[in-house]
């Protein structure tokens, strides 16, 4: 089976070195050449444009960061969809908001390709060991023949429902991920702050039955202040913004979800974003060093 | 031993079961008296003021709603404080903030009492089947006193630190408590809003790593939207105002648990604050019946 | 100068009807064709369609929801923009987001037209009495031209900048407008649940340096408790939502703005959308009548 | 009339300053005594400790911090309550909240002292012009007697109500000033952001009908980015955490203001608490220099 991937970032590349590790034959793009490197060394093909990545495809990938990429891919100069022979299947991988996998699918259907929204749910470490988990909206039968594709690069596979609802399901998921991080981040900032020792406080929260599960895997990073990403907090900032437009679009509110994305875009504009998310705890927490003029002041 | 018990609201009146049939000789109090009803056919004896359960008391201990409430109690109109022999034992199960229990312990230990903050984590449930975690501050020895009683009604007891670091740690747990009920409540209804069915939704979300295992207990009361109280969401409200309290005393901000206080007590305030603070998932989604006069208006 | 004129709702049925008094030949388009009526009888013609509504035009007037129903009026099934001659010009008086506009101003541009995004601040009383204020993005000469036009309709034109400079300050005008509106409805709230009367409120508040002058035009409604729509409740939901948008876009963080936004769409979700914005305060303060079953709880 | 006035700060020294420059006797007290020493050139005495500066007083004035800074002047060590002789008149200036000013009423009635609440609404200009605004709790009789004082000070008295009242409508109009600034800081980034000249902006937002009276007075502070305090940012953050607390009293909910609130602590953690409250735009837009350690990421 001939696949196109686009998109290698730290999802993407890894993702795409497990479907060569399980003999796919791969053609690859990205925006930034360099990071295809180690890949063409595994025996990947490069495109130098999205368009080429899918004209010997028979399953087409796309890992990227947000609508307007998958929309500039898709649809933009050299974009692959106008490339792909009719009857093959564009799987989106990418964290999108629902309607627009909506709209992808109904470009796709117009141009005679199939399309699957699978949004991968994991981070940095279960992309490397496959371990993802696949939220897949589409046709029970595209998803039939995309099966061994996810199966290289996950662990499980749940068919939501029809195109939009893999998506919609992974807004949800990602919606209390980043709360629940939040959450987290300023409960320890509060504890601490009241003279609860850190490490005290990690071990009782992590063990019981107040925190999720996944922030036992926050635990070394926390400690120690050091936030190597693994899920870039910028890309938080933007999921909890697609849930927060989604939600507009049917209705729903979203007042505590509102706050997580704004503390989330906060800490982007504050330089914050390209480590992991877990460095809302960082920037709840430290003052910058040369921070603002001190203007004194004081009071009695 | 002589044990005195007041507040005998959810909470309380379990925990003073539990005392009970551990064979705890018990002299009971409450606002409302026929809350006792049932323990003072139990064996427990009733005072009619709170001085009156400290009076022969070798253990005194409160479970009551908020820092007013304690305070009341114990330096109110014949209030416990000054009943209680000298060297007798105060133990605090209330979930106030931490300022409050360290005023609380200078206050006892100025009439000769001895203190501990013991706020019980938990609700109804593990109040009834006496497995509530207790998070204590105060001295180790007091601790050791008090121990055959906390774990008559609990299944764990955690010495945290000195007087006020057992409500430091509460505070941290319920701020996180309240926040996870609260992202919950959200992601299901963008998940419902979006399509989803609301049984694979929990399935799927129950399931997974971005959910505090305590969410599942409330599984039922979401299906069945209907929210008998286990934890009442007034409750919510003001725990969580305690930990925006204990927040700016040390400096800390919570914009993300400001907004979740902020929902749960507009949610109280549109008449949802005697049932389980699971409801904040009924507040979110329903629009009341009757609801404001249709003021006609449309755009294009 | 014919004119073809979609969206007769609060705002278009009144600017369309100064511009007929003003002598100007209109051609009318409205999802619901009842709203036109009035119109009719007062000369303007009716179109079937928007197509139909462009075919004549000079200029091509449309104030709508939101970029999806300017959206579906230009670009869908019988849409305007490819019905309007090379060289006519567009002037969409909508509030959407910038990027909206910008994308607007290239698909006239595709097709010969001439744009300009001149969204009209004002509510149903400015529009009634031609007194809306237009910020205008687009080249200066088109504005020029349509300077007759956008006077018959409003006191003051300011020329912003490009196209999407307009929307731009309209969305900054707005949402100041709909967070100055829900912090004036808390204030009263708070004040009246003080004891503070809300006659003696108002007038200390409105007179005084922290009150956007505008507030004064809700009084009557504050006190009255009936909030006859000028500027419905949902379109404010939707322009905190657009601001939302436009600042994730450009990386702006916006946590006031975002709980506002918030809050009006859980007002809108409880029943208040139709009525006016300053039914925020309605919401905060009433509890809807026979609302939740009532499950009793109680401590101490 | 023997005048003790305690609380020398930004505000403090400049209405005992007025006080001596009417010819009022002044003894004055200081947490820390170099900020007396130009008072005490100005002819006033100097007190050591808050008893002192209330022994021979005929009317006592406070203007301090907050609720914890007067009850340690009043009720502390060497307070100065015990100090008053029956039957003299402690106004407190200070912003508190209503609980508070109501206890102390309670404390001062218990000691045979009269007391007002008066806190001070205006900035370092107005307090050093003479130019305040206050809002007075209190029995008519003793406002009376404080008339000419307050009017050294300021130029305008409101008799609100009983004690605690002119707290509450202090604590309403600073919750209202609180946001309007947020607002108005979060709207100019956001248009700048957009493109819009930040000279423009300010020109066209503060002449229009959305922006409080008070923002132009802000105007040269947001154009330079310098904050000299007049209100300290720490004390917004501080007005608006005892609002909050007035609020949860009294079940109010305060979404919005929570949300200022949390915007202001979270600005004074990173080190803005001296500067002017309309920091709050300095915080919102400035990147620290050499901020968080460049952990690389990227997608696509």
Redesign the interface.
């Known amino acids: 089976m001939e696949v196109g991937f686009?998109?290698?970032?730290?999802?993407?590349s890894r993702m795409a070195a497990n479907l060569l590790a399980r003999g796919f034959s791969l053609t690859v793009h990205?925006?930034?050449a360099a990071?295809a490197e180690e890949l063409l060394r595994q025996g990947a093909r490069w495109a130098e444009r999205p368009a080429a990545a899918a004209a010997k495809a028979d399953v087409l990938v796309t890992?990227?960061?947000d609508p307007a990429?998958v929309h500039a891919a898709a649809l933009g100069k050299e974009g692959f969809l106008a490339a792909l022979r009719p009857g093959t299947l564009w799987i989106d991988c990418s964290t999108v908001d629902?309607s627009f996998s909506r709209r992808m699918a109904q470009e796709a259907r117009g141009r005679g390709v199939r399309f699957l929204d699978a949004p991968a749910a994991g981070t940095k470490g279960p992309a490397e060991a496959g371990q993802l988990v696949f939220f897949v909206g589409g046709a029970a039968g595209d998803l039939q023949e995309a099966g061994p594709l996810l199966q290289a690069m996950g662990r499980s596979v749940?068919h939501?429902?029809e195109n939009g609802?893999g998506t919609?399901?992974k807004?949800?998921?990602n919606?209390?991920?980043g709360?629940?991080m939040?959450?987290?981040a300023?409960?320890?900032?509060?504890?601490e702050?009241?003279?609860?020792g850190k490490e005290?406080?990690l071990e009782?929260?992590l063990g019981?039955?107040?925190?999720?599960?996944?922030l036992s895997g926050k635990k070394q990073k926390v400690l120690a202040e050091?936030?190597?990403?693994e899920f870039?907090l910028k890309?938080m900032?933007?999921d909890l913004?697609l849930?927060?437009?989604?939600?507009?679009e049917?209705?729903?509110?979203?007042?505590?979800?509102?706050?997580?994305?704004?503390?989330y875009?906060?800490a982007?504009?504050?330089?914050?974003g390209?480590?992991?998310f877990s460095?809302i705890y960082?920037f709840?927490?430290?003052?910058?060093?040369?921070?603002?003029?001190?203007?004194?002041?004081?009071?009695?």
């Not at 049917?250 to 503390?263: D, I, Q, S, V």
């Open positions: 686009i998109g290698l970032g730290i999802m993407g990205n925006r930034t990071k890992m990227l960061a990429a629902p749940l939501v429902g609802m919609s399901l807004m949800v998921v919606l209390m991920l709360q629940a939040a959450a987290f300023e409960a320890l900032r509060l504890g702050a009241l003279g609860l005290k406080l009782t929260l019981g039955a107040v925190a999720a599960p996944f050091r936030f190597e990403p870039p890309w900032a933007k913004h849930a927060a437009q989604a939600a507009f049917c209705a729903a509110a979203l007042p505590c979800g509102a706050a997580a994305k704004e503390l875009s906060l982007a504009a504050h330089g914050w390209e480590q992991d460095a960082g709840l927490g430290r003052a910058p060093a040369g921070s603002p003029p001190a203007g004194r002041a004081s009071a009695g």
